[in-house]
């Protein structure tokens, strides 16, 4: 079965420093997304692209926050200068052209 | 905007009991799922609910669907510890304007004691 695969599956970085965090979605998938789950809490909708851009953020997404998919497999979210709080498992999913969200393993994200 | 409450939030049991979850959403959508997630780990998918009265089953879970009712259940039949995880119900916006995404509830905690 199609897997929607991310890497790092965990990294660890210093408060202001910059990362990517990537995903490689089903092969034949249209939509895009990024959701965070801050631990023992609820999974919260980042971001969706659709036909190469956003098609809507949350209120989460702010300027720190980017997404990219630059070579046609490759779906990156980027936060630009992370904060503590920014600590959280990342999960990037994929969707067709009809139903069925398939999620990937993860990425948690530690800042210190 | 899609809301989806679930409820209870934590959920205590013994083993060989039943017991249901619920999820309500606020926004007309016949597209529901359930994932469950084992501490630390990813969204595992149990049921995709793709219509009103839609009713699916495996093993000791059961979910249904009523789009009228705006409500899902999750249905635990004769507790085993292993059913021991967070079951969160999601609905599909995908349909909705302004939702193209799926929307999450808060999650159950379940705990099954022997």
């Known amino acids: 079965e199609p897997e929607v695969t991310q890497t790092p599956s965990h990294q660890v970085t210093q408060m202001g420093q910059e990362v990517i965090l990537r995903c490689v979605p089903i092969s034949n998938h249209l939509y895009f997304y990024w959701y965070r789950q801050i631990l023992g809490q609820k999974v919260e909708f980042l971001v969706s692209?659709?036909?190469?851009?956003?098609?809507?953020k949350s209120e989460i997404f702010d300027d720190q926050f980017s997404v990219e998919r630059p070579d046609g497999s490759n779906f990156t979210l980027k936060i630009r200068s992370t904060k503590l709080e920014d600590s959280a498992m990342y999960f990037c999913?994929?969707?067709?052209?009809?139903?069925?969200?398939?999620f990937g393993s993860g990425t948690r994200l530690t800042v210190v | 905007e899609l809301k989806v409450e679930q409820n209870p939030l934590f959920l205590s049991m013994q083993e060989g009991k039943n017991y249901t979850i619920y999820c309500n959403y606020s926004t007309t959508s016949d597209r529901l799922y359930w994932y469950r997630q084992d501490p630390g780990k990813s969204l595992e998918s149990l049921f995709v609910l793709l219509s009103n009265g839609a009713v699916k089953q495996e093993g000791r879970l059961m979910a249904s669907l009523d789009t009228k009712a705006r409500l899902s259940t999750l249905h635990i039949t004769a507790a085993v510890h292993d059913l021991s995880a967070t079951y969160f119900c999601?609905?599909?916006?995908?349909?909705?304007?302004?939702?193209?995404?799926?929307?999450f509830g808060q999650g159950t905690r379940l705990t099954i004691n022997p």
């Open positions: 999913a994929s969707r067709g052209r009809y139903y069925g969200y398939t």
């Open positions: 692209f659709y036909n190469n851009e956003i098609s809507e």
């Open positions: 999601a609905v599909d916006g995908s349909l909705i304007q302004g939702a193209q995404k799926l929307v």
